[in-house]
């Protein structure tokens, strides 16, 4: 493997961001990795994983590790998502707290804002985020409100699609890691496994028309992958929802809504890998599966 040559000064390290969830932390993540690795959505619990991203530039490599948002847990699921968070914050180099544009600090955001006091080591900067989508005035004003939380050691505005920006992001991150050569190899992208990506591709579009609690009873597990003579993969896959009412909205009116996820995860899939894939869904109930030990750990929690 070619692994990026070492300078005196060249810097590498992990960066965190954080946040309530849906304040655009995988999308940031995905924005700064110029490529679809973290899967996105405005429904909640949308990230459920600590998901490695190596960002290369000319000094550094970046390591970003989205998290899941920080959040009340009602299950054993999120008390585990909580934790995960935790353990993540303690072995990273830079927390990037995200606070949207567009929406009023609140209270979830000045409970994570507190928690921080526990990593007094960890480098922190604040990102206001999605600021494309309201005025100059309102992004100056929330720059001003979250400068206000704690003494930061930077605070930055964002729009994913800027590469300006973003550009800026990269270089203030690359300023703030340690000394260090690169971790990882030049071409590796992601520690995600091909499996773990195709369940979260699934997942996302089968997140995109659902309501209410059924985003929270969502999970997919890949049961096997096919390599054809043709080139073509044949890809196996289990939807788990937690009551019979939500297996009916995920296959839908005369199978309309699965149809819809196979279709759309499908191309997701073909984009990332670059051959023709033959996807086969099905439908599971497992009751109150987020609070059962066992298939936590199947699912790697």
Avoid at 15 to 42: D, H, M, Y
Avoid at 187 to 215: G, K, M
Avoid at 229 to 246: C, F, M, T
Wanted: glycine share 6%.
């Amino acid at each position: 493997m070619t692994e990026i040559a070492s300078q005196d000064d060249f810097r590498s390290g992990f960066v965190s961001f954080v946040g309530r969830p849906n304040v655009g932390k995988s999308s940031l993540t995905n924005a700064l990795a110029e490529q679809k690795i973290a899967i996105t959505s405005s429904k909640p619990q949308t990230t459920r994983k600590a998901i490695r991203v190596i960002v290369n530039t000319d000094s550094s490599q970046i390591i970003l590790v989205d998290t899941p948002g920080v959040h009340r847990p009602r299950t054993l699921l999120g008390e585990r998502l909580n934790t995960l968070v935790e353990d993540t914050l303690g072995g990273v180099d830079i927390i990037g707290f995200c606070v949207p544009a567009n929406e009023d600090i609140g209270p979830g955001d000045r409970f994570i804002n507190e928690q921080l006091d526990d990593y007094p080591n960890t480098k922190k900067i604040a990102i206001v985020t999605k600021i494309d989508t309201v005025g100059r005035d309102r992004v100056v004003d929330q720059l001003a409100m979250v400068d206000q939380l704690r003494d930061w050691d930077a605070v930055i505005p964002v729009a994913e699609d800027d590469r300006k920006q973003l550009a800026e992001l990269k270089n203030l991150l690359s300023s703030l890691l340690p000394v260090s050569q690169a971790l990882y190899p030049a071409e590796v992208i992601t520690e995600e496994s091909p499996q773990s990506r195709y369940a979260e591709l699934i997942r996302e579009a089968a997140l995109e028309d659902v309501h209410d609690e059924l985003p929270h009873s969502l999970a997919v597990t890949i049961e096997e992958v096919i390599e054809g003579n043709d080139g073509e993969l044949s890809i196996y896959a289990n939807i788990i929802v937690e009551r019979d009412s939500q297996k009916g909205i995920i296959i839908g009116h005369k199978g309309s809504q699965i149809k819809k996820i196979r279709k759309k995860s499908r191309a997701e899939i073909e984009k990332i890998i670059g051959r023709p894939v033959t996807l086969s869904l099905r439908v599971t109930v497992l009751k109150e599966w987020q609070r059962d030990p066992k298939f936590l750990r199947r699912l790697g929690f």
